[in-house]
């Protein structure tokens, strides 16, 4: 207990000094625009080789030893390239400015920050509790807090780095971290998981490289792997091939299709991991490399293909979540799914759709930490994660069930974000080309996002009778992050026009010389909407317990107080109520091979495009 005490405070510190940091850096560059650091490389450069063969090394060895030769020899494959990379163009592979900031970075880094650090805290308690739960897997709580601080290190650098070399050093520390939380337990199943995620992500570094050797050949006219030079001043049709293939890497990394199988295996890993993954880094640093490359792929084929593979993605893993039972794996194709809308808007690439799109990875980091880390706790006091043994939480665990009303309410209901950002993207495709397509596909997308979310909301709040209140454990996860990412999701909708003026506006207007802006009308109905759909997990709270238990009409007489009732023939049955999961329409085995197979087509079609432009 004094050993678990001591990592508390560490955590803790740690979590309130990188906090801390990134709200300094909102202070201090909210109103400065771009501003760029020439921090000197001499020394860094040849560091970052040393790290990035010790990695490769790493791999081989991790490969050999659980035989994934597909893993060594990607990384073999990378190595190579980056070898001949840095000796045969070194010349161009100078960069100025390696670090700078921006609007688009703070908001990155807030979610990493701010986001990131509540979860690192939530997980000092909730490994403990893990390590009860399952005796069989070794404790290695301390390698894993290192690897989370490690890997939000990672992401504060990728998102600072102007030196395209720098962010893909980063880039490949994220990787490897990923596959070292997602292995934690060390069982079959997580050891398989995280090689496939390793696997998928290095496919994607490989295409990384490839960009950066092309880009460095052609320096004098592709800007070099200066990020700021490529976007602003680089020649649009020799950038755009490089552009596609680091478009790639982030759709392997952002796990759209078909490259989304490697998030749902990481859901093996503890909650805090996954949480970690949706929400404030890794898949969103696959988002975020794909709306910096934005302007690069308005109005191009190219930047239409990438579109579409967001957007099928969103729309199957939308419905495929209706097909799913298990909390976490709804929470898994969710996060596939809002991904894919997001690369959508970043690939046709408009200022109102980069506008969306930012919003859009704002408020679904901030909703689906909440989500996880909730579904966590939930099943340590329920002992499933399954959303039918969640009925009646309202009643067994009041306070969290509210807390995840108000998450998933975040994620689909007005005048929540990821909703408002949903309508600017209707809004957005309708003056971008071949804009019909997107908004169909967005139509139906959200249409199945109500059907999964709202069956949910309905087993959590459904007011059942006996039932025991299990919010309480026997060891307790700590409720203070949880209550400050639920007051982040309110807020974040409250603050919205703020978040929009402030950040999402000027590095718009920066891009692109013009921006989007939102209606004072939209915003005043926002917030009475909003006033009025808090009205329902409240009432739950303050008048449960005067609420009168009736049983529900069966067509036949009660035979008890509780579920059972006497039916035709005089059989005593049992009153049970079940979502749809609707498998054979919606299931995994009907849509997810057809997803992999267009979306892989679309990214051929890509590369394809961007060549012949080149």
Request: proline fraction near 3%.
């Amino acid at each position: 207990m004094k050993r678990t005490a001591l990592r508390y405070v560490v955590v803790i510190l740690s979590a309130l000094a990188i906090g801390g940091v990134s709200i300094y850096l909102l202070v201090r560059y909210v109103f400065a625009g771009a501003v760029y650091f020439a921090v000197p490389s001499g020394t860094v450069d040849p560091l970052m080789l040393v790290i990035e063969m010790g990695l490769a090394l790493f791999i081989i060895y991790m490969g050999v030893k659980f035989k994934n030769y597909l893993a060594i020899a990607l990384a073999v494959v990378q190595a190579a390239l980056l070898v001949y990379l840095e000796t045969t163009y070194s010349g161009s592979l100078h960069v100025e400015n390696n670090l700078f900031i921006d609007q688009f970075s703070i908001i990155m880094a807030l979610i990493i920050g701010i986001i990131g650090s509540l979860i690192a805290v939530y997980s000092v308690r909730y490994m403990e509790t893990y390590h009860h739960h399952h005796p069989e897997v070794r404790d290695r709580q301390r390698t894993f807090f290192f690897v989370i601080f490690i890997f939000l290190a990672a992401m504060f650098g990728l998102v600072f780095s102007n030196n395209l070399m720098w962010v893909l050093f980063f880039w490949e520390i994220t990787t490897i971290t990923s596959f070292l939380l997602i292995g934690y337990a060390e069982t079959e199943e997580a050891t398989k998981n995280a090689f496939l995620a390793l696997v998928m992500n290095l496919l994607g570094g490989v295409a990384f490289v490839a960009a950066l050797i092309i880009l460095a050949a052609t320096a004098p006219l592709s800007g070099g792997i200066d990020l700021a030079g490529v976007l602003s001043s680089g020649d649009a049709a020799v950038i755009l091939l490089p552009a596609a293939l680091i478009g790639f890497a982030g759709i392997t990394k952002a796990a759209l299709m078909p490259f989304s199988s490697w998030l749902l295996g990481a859901m093996v890993a503890p909650t805090p991991v996954s949480a970690l993954l949706h929400s404030s880094t890794m898949v969103k640093a696959g988002v975020y490399i794909l709306v910096r490359f934005a302007p690069v792929f308005a109005g191009t084929l190219t930047g239409f293909s990438i579109g579409l593979v967001g957007g099928l993605t969103f729309v199957l893993a939308s419905a495929i979540a209706i097909s799913q039972s298990n909390a976490k794996r709804v929470l898994a194709y969710s996060t596939i799914a809002n991904l894919g809308l997001i690369a959508a808007c970043a690939g046709v690439g408009t200022y109102m759709l980069v506008w969306a799109a930012i919003l859009l990875i704002l408020f679904h980091a901030i909703a689906k930490a909440l989500l996880f880390l909730g579904t966590g706790m939930i099943e340590h006091r329920i002992g499933s994660r399954d959303i039918e043994d969640m009925e009646g939480l309202i009643v067994r665990m009041p306070r969290m069930a509210v807390m995840m009303f108000i998450g998933m309410a975040g994620m689909f209901l007005a005048p929540f974000g990821m909703l408002i950002s949903k309508w600017a993207a209707i809004e957005a495709f309708v003056q971008a080309p071949f804009g019909l397509i997107f908004i169909a596909i967005l139509a139906y997308g959200s249409a199945v996002t109500v059907f999964f979310w709202a069956k949910w909301m309905g087993k959590l709040v459904a007011v059942t009778r006996e039932r025991e209140r299990v919010e309480k454990g026997i060891l307790e996860e700590p409720w203070a992050p949880l209550y400050l990412l639920t007051g982040l999701v309110v807020a974040a909708t409250l603050l919205f026009p703020l978040v929009s003026s402030l950040l999402v506006e000027p590095y718009v207007l920066a891009i692109y010389g013009v921006t989007a802006r939102m209606a004072q009308a939209n915003v005043a109905i926002m917030i009475l909407m909003m006033a009025l759909l808090l009205v329902l997990p409240v009432s739950f709270m303050l008048f449960k317990r005067s609420a009168k238990h009736l049983p529900a009409y069966m067509g036949g007489r009660p035979a008890t107080p509780g579920r059972q009732f006497v039916g035709s023939l005089g059989i005593t049955r049992e009153a049970q109520t079940r979502n749809y999961y609707l498998n054979d329409y919606f299931g995994e085995a009907k849509l997810f091979r057809p997803g992999l197979a267009v979306c892989t087509a679309l990214i051929i079609v890509s590369w394809i495009l961007a060549g012949v432009a080149l």
